[in-house]
Nanobody, 124 residues
Framework: QVQLVESGGGLVQAGGSLRLSCAAS????????MGWFRQAPGKEREFVAV????????YYTASVKGRFTISRDNAKNTMYLQMNNLKPEDTAVYFC?????????????????WGQGTQVTVSS
């Protein structure tokens, strides 16, 4: 079992940047495909990005392509989400998640472990 803790959220103006981190403990991160999801008030949790165990496969949702970059450092047991050119519609609670079976997965149902989330607020 792995425990996940997100950090790096905050309040930023439109056009600004934030870097989210997801630190894992309890088991090595390299055992899992890792994803970022977000949930805005009144909306369902949605897929943002996913990275395979070795980092060779990456997918993004269309709305963040070219602005967000997912990465991982298995030696540090940490995953990252660099978010640039942030927009008010990016405002949400961001969650990291670990999938122990899939190579990559875009559905929340595939993920076995979740962090508690970190709030990202983008003002216009």
């Amino acid at each position: 079992q792995v425990q996940l803790v997100e950090s790096g959220g905050g309040l930023v103006q439109a056009g600004g940047s934030l870097r989210l981190s997801c630190a894992a403990s309890g088991r090595t991160l390299s055992s899992y495909a890792m994803g970022w999801f977000r949930q805005a008030p009144g909306k369902e949790r949605e897929f943002v990005a996913v990275i395979s165990r070795t980092g060779d496969i990456i997918y993004y949702t269309a709305s963040v392509k070219g602005r967000f970059t997912i990465s991982r450092d298995n030696a540090k047991n940490t995953m990252y989400l660099q978010m640039n050119n942030l927009k008010p519609e990016d405002t949400a609670v961001y969650f990291c998640a670990a999938d122990r079976t899939s190579e990559v997965a875009l559905s929340t149902r595939s993920y076995n472990y979740w962090g508690q989330g970190t709030q990202v607020t983008v003002s216009s």
